[in-house]
């Protein structure tokens, strides 16, 4: 079953959403406000644009000032939809058809399922110095931006020992129609850059594109020629326009388009924006005849669709990097396909009742922070009643204090960390959404944010280009610092009364083994706070390879989170604490519920992998449903110490209370470590260990003995426990 019809038939059951978006009749323009027939400039400040018919360009083609109301007014603007053309066979699905292969002796027609996951049924293997060209394609538009693209394997993540020593390399060439070699470059003050071809390039972690950019060329055909420098494993090659917005609001360009700042190992990742409409490009001055939008303000656009005409490579259908202007879409439908289809790229938004339908088969690299919609900057936004469909990662936002709730997201990642919600805004919410990825995770939680009430459906993921002969997770939530110091990293975040399914399943081939969480926990910073959740893990053939857990905890030396209360119900461990990712420490895990799924047996907690140890790992008082607690625990040090709740009551022989009463508790060796007078109902209630583990030393403190005036009583504390005394004679 093909991408397309998957997304099709997602989104004819998907009628049960928010029922966001509608469609809006035309309506007549009214005598103060603009109508707008085609493309261009809109700017006056406090104006009404209203679209009077539908709009095309193959370019970009409406740039906005602030400060201004863009009605769609149920038309469509369509971007790229200039008459492209994809390479004949580009992906190879075809064979070897149209391509030449006279240079390029160890070439070999490969099935993606026997060799590497890409992007469809077949691939091409290739040598090193093994040379193959493309058939020739006509780009009808001039003076415009094309990558001449080459996608390419990667090594899978275990393959690749020496990264990024060891990672494939190729170079990607571009011929005219009378086989001469093309040459473009850009200067940057005294620095020129070569951005055509692209030579000895590698893809990042993950698989992804390597380029070349094309720009200011005569309309004409031109070819690919792609020379492997090592082995590797290359599919859809193809030249494809390049960076287009249907929308653009413009405060500076960012005309950094070759490969090497794409791909770049920085942090925030970098890439371009209006390569084409930069007028100076040391200091990313657009041109002139387009709006230049500084300082604060905002933009309106409402009740219409905005879609790409062409499958292009890093396209946007809203792009704005107006850092102070905020945009409000209201009832706007995008549709975007291609490489890095992105539907929006905007620093702020407030964002309602809209739909995005983004088909996204891959990425340029999968380390860039470019989702479906990405919310960039330092300002708070607020995403409400949309749906989002597709997309390598459905949203993305950083802004503190912003509020993203009543969404439905239906994910389509098939690269690594493009969660369906990205969240590092300090302050920001995330509550009432129904998220349930197609393929993928749920939501990845920043420091300081609150991620509650929503329902989460996640299933375990096929191969990855990048984790396809190996272990590879998804999972519901997500909180990853990568070992940070304390106070450092993400944490402070509330994770609570969230609903979440996990559905194991297995998938081949032999090496490769799926694993699905509920809360995916890696973080050392300081705790997060994971409470009153309901969480329902099945695990579909628990003899098969694939793993699940309700928490599975990871974060390595530090603060290793807190989860109490929880309502867990499992056919596998519920926990499994340090693992294939590496240490736990410090965990703490207190009143949760543990209920077995269709009467399973399983241990409780899961605990160690290999060389990985759990340090110092709290277990209090947790209920679980007809059965005991119980570990499955490597043969590591780990150290960890299981406590329960016992409660004492205290009646006379009426039933009335005894309040007031001395109770005394020793351990097993005699040693009193509770004495306490029974409060207004009668009770005492305390949390006392079973057992600790050191190492290979397991210590007992059960059972106990309580007393109360002459009367004692042992109990073997295996569980949370209530003992009822009924006094004879009053109590001294």
């Excluded at 249907?246 to 005309?255: K, Y």
């Excluded at 919410?429 to 998220?435: A, G, L, Q």
């Excluded at 099945?538 to 390879?545: A, E, F, L, R, V």
Aim: glycine residues 8%.
């Amino acid at each position: 079953m093909n991408r397309n019809l998957i997304l099709l038939i997602v989104l004819l059951l998907s009628s049960n959403s928010f029922a966001q978006y509608h469609m809006v009749a035309h309506r007549k323009i009214s005598g103060n406000e603009i109508a707008v027939t085609k493309p261009g400039s809109y700017s006056k400040p406090g104006a009404t644009y209203v679209l009077a018919n539908d709009i095309s360009s193959a370019t970009s083609p409406i740039f906005l000032g602030k400060d201004i109301t863009l009605d769609l007014n149920g038309y469509s603007i369509k971007y790229a939809a200039g008459n492209y053309q994809h390479i004949i066979n580009s992906g190879f699905e075809e064979g070897l058809k149209g391509w030449n292969l006279s240079k390029a002796p160890g070439a070999k027609l490969m099935n993606t399922a026997d060799v590497h996951v890409f992007l469809g049924k077949k691939l091409v293997s290739l040598q090193p110095g093994d040379e193959i060209t493309s058939s020739y394609v006509y780009l009808p538009v001039a003076n415009r931006s094309y990558f001449a693209m080459c996608g390419i394997t990667g090594r899978y993540y275990h393959d690749a020992r020496h990264y990024p020593e060891d990672e494939m390399r190729v170079s990607v060439y571009v011929e005219d129609e009378n086989g001469n070699e093309i040459k473009c470059e850009t200067k940057y003050g005294d620095t020129t850059i070569i951005s055509c071809p692209a030579e000895n390039k590698q893809p990042r972690l993950g698989g992804g594109f390597v380029y070349a950019h094309l720009h200011h060329l005569p309309s004409g055909k031109y070819r690919v020629r792609v020379k492997a420098i090592t082995d590797c494993l290359v599919d859809e090659i193809d030249i494809r326009p390049a960076m287009d917005a249907g929308i653009s609001i413009v405060e500076n360009t960012m005309p950094y388009a070759h490969y090497d700042f794409v791909a770049g190992e920085t942090y925030p990742p970098g890439y371009p924006a209006f390569y084409d409409y930069t007028e100076d490009v040391s200091t990313k001055k657009p041109l002139s005849s387009i709006p230049h939008v500084e300082g604060e303000g905002s933009v309106i656009i409402k009740n219409g669709t905005i879609e790409s005409g062409f499958g292009g490579i890093l396209s946007f259908g809203i792009q704005s990097s107006a850092t102070k202007v905020k945009i409000i879409l209201d009832n706007v439908n995008i549709k975007t396909s291609g490489i890095n289809a992105t539907a929006a790229d905007l620093r702020q938004a407030t964002i309602t009742h809209c739909r995005f339908d983004v088909d996204m088969p891959f990425v340029i690299q999968r380390h860039s922070s470019l989702l479906a919609v990405t919310l960039r900057g330092d300002e708070p936004s607020e995403v409400s009643y949309s749906d989002f469909f597709g997309g390598e990662g459905c949203l993305m936002f950083t802004g503190n204090n912003s509020s993203i709730h009543h969404n439905y997201f239906v994910n389509h990642q098939t690269v690594t960390n493009r969660y369906s919600v990205m969240g590092s805004g300090d302050g920001s919410k995330i509550f009432e959404n129904r998220i349930e990825p197609l393929q993928g995770s749920g939501v990845w939680a920043g420091g300081h944010i609150d991620v509650f009430n929503n329902s989460i459906k996640i299933k375990s993921s096929p191969p990855t280009c990048e984790y396809g002969r190996e272990e590879y997770s998804v999972a519901g939530i997500r909180m990853a610092d990568y070992h940070h110091s304390y106070g450092e990293g993400f944490y402070g975040n509330k994770i609570y009364n969230n609903t979440i399914y996990i559905t194991a399943v297995d998938y081949p081939p032999k090496k490769y083994i799926p694993m699905a969480w509920g809360v995916y926990y890696s973080t050392s910073g300081a705790d997060n706070f994971v409470f009153g959740n309901d969480i329902v893990v099945n695990n579909t053939d628990t003899s098969s390879k694939a793993l699940a857990a309700a928490f599975y905890i990871v974060g390595g030396e530090g603060y290793g989170g807190q989860f109490y209360n929880n309502r867990i119900t499992t056919n596998v461990p519920a926990v499994w604490l340090a693992s294939f990712y590496g240490d736990a420490y410090n965990s703490k895990i207190y009143n949760n519920t543990i209920i077995p799924l269709h009467a399973a047996k399983f241990k409780t907690v899961r605990m160690g992998w290999d060389e990985s140890v759990a340090k110092n790992i709290e277990f209090r008082s947790n209920n679980i449903e007809g059965g005991k607690f119980s570990v499955a625990a490597s043969d590591r040090d780990h150290t960890y110490s299981v406590y329960w709740t016992l409660t004492i009551r205290l009646v006379d022989k009426k039933g009335g209370v005894v309040k007031n009463a001395e109770v005394l508790i020793r351990d097993k060796n005699g040693v009193v470590v509770t004495r306490a007078n029974t409060d207004e109902n009668g009770e005492i209630k305390t949390e006392l260990p079973e057992y600790s583990v050191n190492g290979k030393e397991k210590r007992y403190t059960s059972p106990y003995t309580v007393s109360v005036d002459d009367l004692k009583r042992e109990v073997n504390l295996t569980k949370n426990t209530e003992i009822i005394y009924v006094m004879q004679k009053a109590v001294r």
